[in-house]
């Protein structure tokens, strides 16, 4: 695992935006697995910017999106739906129909996932994942369990996430209580894995993610045995593991 420590927000999000922009311009055929949140906005700012200055081409990358709340219809300000058209789609050539958001209001939540795991696998897996983390060590919406699950299923979100996350929504009871997400088969099969954090408040689970049990209670402990991963984080999330470990240099 490699660590990249940056001092702040801005450079973290430059940062990982190279390594994407990298990505699409080796490898024009990229499947890119993408991530929604607070942290990741910067990163699609700094990618719309490469795309309009040097013409990095999107026409042939295909995207998975991590997750997708359930009952929220793409047109809601808060689904992961507009998020990823209003911070990014709308601003890069990526054709619409290579882009893949699971769909948070069908009916049949068992076939969209059964579906949505399909589509990955037709495309031949991912190539380059973007992770977040959550406070409760989430990766998409795999929240702490007793074993990871496998396949993109649907969750029911913790009582932590739905706080964190009611900053985007009026109030907290109006923040879904399930997510579609994609499995950690989908994510540990990426080909790279680049995870991002800022802020001191995932300082803890960052440490303990990344240097502590791998357990399901801990879903991006997994990520421990993953072949090819770099974290891009600020010097403010990465205090504990600078503390307790010799990992940065
Ligand atoms: C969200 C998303 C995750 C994201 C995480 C961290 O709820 N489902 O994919 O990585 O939580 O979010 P943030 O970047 O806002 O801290």
Do not use: W
């Not at 037709?122 to 699950?149: C, K, M, V, Y």
Request: proline share 4%; net charge negative; charged share 20%.
């Amino acid at each position: 695992m490699k660590i990249i420590a940056i001092s702040d927000y801005e450079g973290m999000s430059r940062e990982a935006a190279n390594i994407i922009s990298t990505q699409v311009m080796q490898f024009p055929n990229s499947v890119l697995g993408l991530a929604t949140g607070r942290t990741p906005l910067g990163i699609y700012r700094y990618l719309i910017d490469r795309y309009q200055r040097e013409n990095v081409d999107y026409s042939k990358i295909s995207t998975v999106n991590l997750d997708e709340y359930c009952g929220l219809p793409s047109n809601n300000e808060q689904s992961y739906h507009y998020y990823m058209y209003s911070n990014f789609f709308d601003h890069v050539n990526i054709p619409k129909e290579n882009i893949n958001i699971p769909n948070g209001i069908v009916e049949d939540v068992d076939s969209e996932c059964i579906r949505y795991e399909k589509r990955i696998t037709e495309l031949g897996g991912i190539d380059l994942q973007l992770l977040g983390i959550g406070n409760t060590g989430h990766i998409g919406f795999n929240e702490p369990d007793e074993s990871f699950a496998k396949a993109t299923h649907c969750v029911k979100l913790k009582q932590k996430t739905i706080e964190t996350n009611a900053i985007f929504f009026k109030s907290p009871d109006q923040v879904p209580k399930y997510a579609i997400t994609v499995g950690i088969r989908a994510i540990m099969s990426a080909k790279k894995i680049v995870l991002i954090a800022s802020g001191s408040e995932k300082t803890e689970i960052l440490y303990r993610a990344l240097f502590g049990l791998v357990t399901p209670s801990v879903p991006a402990s997994i990520l421990q045995f993953h072949p090819d991963v770099t974290v891009v984080a600020t010097e403010d999330a990465l205090t504990q593991i600078r503390q307790k470990t010799d990992a940065i240099l």
